[in-house]
């Protein structure tokens, strides 16, 4: 495994040039109960909108959140929404965006409807003149893409096939890359990808490459074989074809196809993932990463980005803490000592609206008892929270002499838990104070409790969360545990 932190200490060094077709990207979201009486169509009861940088803004969205700086170039139209892009993007950090007018054309924009409920896109508006830029457009594109190349440590090219990357635009901007020794990465929409010939690599979806090719494209055999002779015709060193579920497989000219196979992850919504892709492997090329590495940091940065409502972008501290292994180093980052940035973890999963579940004990010495509570916890949720007595708290409740292990431990075994998602010790005698600040969906007990003796029932329940009790498993406590083995006995 590299080590990540190192690489992403380089990816924030780097400069990214990214040319393509911005947009913004709308989504309505609201919940569908009854068929319109003027026409058998359904009707949607907006709760919430939201607007985000799209298209290949989206993927300079990506770069400045991998903690990169990217230098942004497009086409905007004379119009609100192209003010509204231009406002919106010299607001970001990380971003510099230097955008040609066209009056010609409108900016794009899509408006997505979508099913609150069941996350389902069930309409989409949009408002676009995808063709080729004018000549005129186009010699200005190119007279403001060209000068910016020296201050590039690498090129990305965005084609959602909207007018920006015409034929002329990717060959001016691919020949001037080379001779100044900058790789160009490309996310093809053109199905003849001889247009983007000398690229150093291409990442299109398994239906472009299919078409592209006119192959099967139904394995990893099919597609090594197809993507040989598609490197010939591009002359690029390598091919990246992205299948959704079904992972990733990259095939350099030189040496063996790579596939990883995709996240195992709940998707809610598949908006920009490409972007995220494309995003996250010129980051890490550029910070000097082999093939591998930067196919698997884009494989984890695309589970995460799917994991998410909207148009994504996809952090550093999120890409960590999906591509770590699950040993020692990912255990220790899920522990929380007391008073620390428990807050940071909540408004993340929040935010992605995540269902957050709680528990709490000494387990002094962990048992199967505790192992059925936290499973059926996590079971509940989306994320689950352990509260952790401290030292000195499990002392005052349960004498001298214990606990048997101290509270680094103890939270260290309970992190390396596939079930936990976060151990957060206390210090007081309850964890009234972590289920305050914390407000979980669901608050789980074993089940010698009763809803009115556990702690915090009250101001769970007042926020619409639940108190589940989880049956106790016979012949197994803690406190036995310590005495039998105390008293030499088996």
Known sequence: M???????????????????????????????????PEAPAPVIAVQRSESNIGGAGNVARNIASLGARCIFAGLVGADDVGAKLKRELAAMTGIESVLVCDAARPTTRKVRFVSEHFST?????????AQPAAAAVEQELIETVLPLLPRADIVLLSDYAKGVLTARVIRNVIEAAKKAGKRVIVDPKNPNFAIYRGAT???????????????????????????????????????????????????????????????????????????????????????????????????AAAAVAVGKKGTASVSVAELRR?????????????????????????????KQGLRIGFTNGCFDILHPGHVKLLTAARAA?????????????????????????????????????????LVAIFEED????????????????GGDYTRETVVGHELVEAHGGVVMLVDTLPGFSTTSLVNRARSGKA
């Open 322 to 350: 999906r591509i770590l292994p699950h040993a020692y180093l990912a255990a220790e980052e899920k522990i929380i000592a007391a008073g620390g940035a428990l807050e940071v973890h909540l408004l993340d999963w929040r």
């Open 201 to 299: 690599l291409l990442t299109p979806n398994r239906k472009e490459f299919a078409e592209a090719t006119r192959s099967r494209a139904d394995s990893d055999t099919t597609i090594a074989e197809a993507a040989q002779d598609l490197m010939q015709l591009a002359d690029c060193e390598a091919i990246l074809v992205t299948q959704s579920e079904r992972g990733m497989t990259l095939v350099p000219r030189r040496g063996a196809p790579i596939h990883v196979p995709a996240h195992p992850v709940k998707v809610r919504d598949v908006s920009g993932a490409g972007d995220t892709v494309v995003a996250v492997l010129a980051t890490v090329l550029a910070a000097g990463a082999d093939w591998e590495t930067s196919l698997r940091m884009a494989n």
């Open 2 to 36: 590299f080590d990540f932190d190192a690489l992403s200490n380089v990816m924030a060094r780097q400069t990214v040039l990214c040319i393509g077709d911005l947009m913004l990207d709308e989504f309505v979201y609201g919940e569908v109960s009854r068929i319109s």
């Open 430 to 445: 309850t964890p009234i104070r972590l289920i305050t600040a914390v407000k979980p969906g669901v608050l789980v007990k």
């Open 121 to 129: 896109h069930m309409l989409r508006a949009d408002w676009e003149l």
């Open 381 to 421: 949720c989306d994320r689950l929270i352990v509260g952790l007595n401290s030292d000195a708290s499990v002392r005052r409740l349960k004498g001298e002499g214990r606990p048997v292990q101290n509270e680094r431990a103890r939270a260290e075994v309970l992190a390396a838990l596939e079930a936990v998602d």
